[in-house]
């Protein structure tokens, strides 16, 4: 059900749930200091509860709640890239957002940019609420929702959802772990590797050297944002030949390409992924949910382009494929 911004407040401090617009994806808000109300979004998500949420501050001066201090390539990245698309993981306040944090010693933290995600926040901490714990607004494992009516396509009706039309990003914030000793991209997304490391004035370490020391992050499992068809990723030759051998037998697959790729029969299912990294980052989960909508049991993708542009589009495809 569409609620207006006042009642989102309201029902967030009053410890329900909330799903809500940003630039990136839609979330499904709680207020991040109640334990029982995070605990309601692990359940209707149906995620494991030491998978932490990122918890989501109005500004850079309300992130002192949550993280015990602020290092300084955190303080040039919020410079940079805040408000939008980038969660920082930081070392957390103990006793705050516990259940939120999964019981980890760090916390995520986003400051969004959407006008309506902002005013949600700005209303909600009048009211005393200093954050809002949300992971995307989907069950677990599934895509993530870039609509409102995505939200009431995974959640019913039932669920209280402030509208804010569809997402300018479309696939999720690029995530930065600085409570290591070297800064790791966790999760590439809405702002690129290269833009994040020019703004540090260093690289990133390899994950894998920094592995011991790794959370958990749902972001990162191998298997993640699927569609109920099985989705598979080839470049455009490969895609040619299996069509070739394939014939006319093309009932229940659904290709979805750059390139114009030639096709046996009249009736395959075609989708077009757009050819600015930016558009297809910003239409990937719409189109996989309306591909997906058709019942086609296999969703042929052309493997994206190599370019850094390409990387959070790439990474959602490929986790999309391994499920
Ligand atoms: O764009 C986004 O980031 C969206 C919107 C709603 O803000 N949110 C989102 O949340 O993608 P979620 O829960 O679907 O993904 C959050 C990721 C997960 O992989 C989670 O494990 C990781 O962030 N994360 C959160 N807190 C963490 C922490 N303390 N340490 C490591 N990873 C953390
Ligand atoms: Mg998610």
Same mark, same amino acid.
């Given at each position: ?10 029902? #967030?401090?009053?410890?329900? #749930? ?67 698309? #980038? ?86 914030s690029s995530i930065v772990d600085l409570s290591r000793t070297d800064p790791v991209l966790l999760r590439p997304g809405g702002i690129s590797r290269a833009d994040l490391q020019a ?39 490969? #895609? ?5 051998? =394939? ?40 189109? =996989? ?35």
């Amino acid at each position: 059900m569409l609620i207006t911004l006042a009642q989102a407040a309201q029902a #967030l401090k009053e410890g329900q #749930l909330v799903a809500f617009p940003t630039e990136t994806v839609y979330g499904l808000g709680a207020d991040a200091n109640n334990d029982a109300a995070v605990s309601a979004v692990f359940a209707a998500k149906g995620r494991p509860a030491h998978h932490p949420l990122i918890v989501h501050v109005q500004n850079a001066a309300q992130a002192a709640h949550f993280a015990t201090h602020l290092p300084p390539l955190a303080e040039r990245l919020m410079q940079h890239f805040w408000p939008g698309p #980038l969660t920082l993981i930081l070392p957390r306040h103990p006793g705050v957002a516990t259940a939120a944090a999964g019981g980890q010693a760090s916390i995520g933290l986003r400051c969004p940019a959407h006008p309506v995600a902002q005013a949600l926040l700005q209303a909600a901490q009048a009211l005393g609420v200093s954050g809002v714990a949300a992971p995307s607004a989907n069950r677990f494992g599934r895509i993530s929702p870039t609509t409102a009516a995505h939200v009431a396509d995974d959640f019913g009706d039932s669920l209280a959802v402030l509208d804010g039309g569809p997402c300018e990003v479309g696939i999720e914030s690029s995530i930065v772990d600085l409570s290591r000793t070297d800064p790791v991209l966790l999760r590439p997304g809405g702002i690129s590797r290269a833009d994040l490391q020019a703004a540090m004035g260093q690289r990133f370490a390899d994950p894998e050297a920094m592995a011991q020391e790794a959370p958990r992050a749902s972001g990162t499992l191998q298997a993640h944002y699927a569609p109920r068809a099985k989705l598979r990723l080839m470049d455009a030759r490969t #895609l040619d030949t299996a069509l070739q051998v =394939l014939g006319a037998d093309v009932d229940g697959i659904a290709l979805y390409t750059r390139q114009a790729i030639r096709v046996p029969g009249r009736s395959m299912r075609r989708y077009a992924m757009p050819h600015d990294a930016r558009v297809a980052a910003r239409r990937l989960f719409a189109d =996989l949910r309306e591909i997906d909508a058709t019942g086609v049991r296999l969703i042929w993708v052309e493997t994206p382009p190599d370019g850094p542009e390409w990387e959070g589009v790439h990474d959602r495809l490929r986790r999309a494929a391994a499920a």
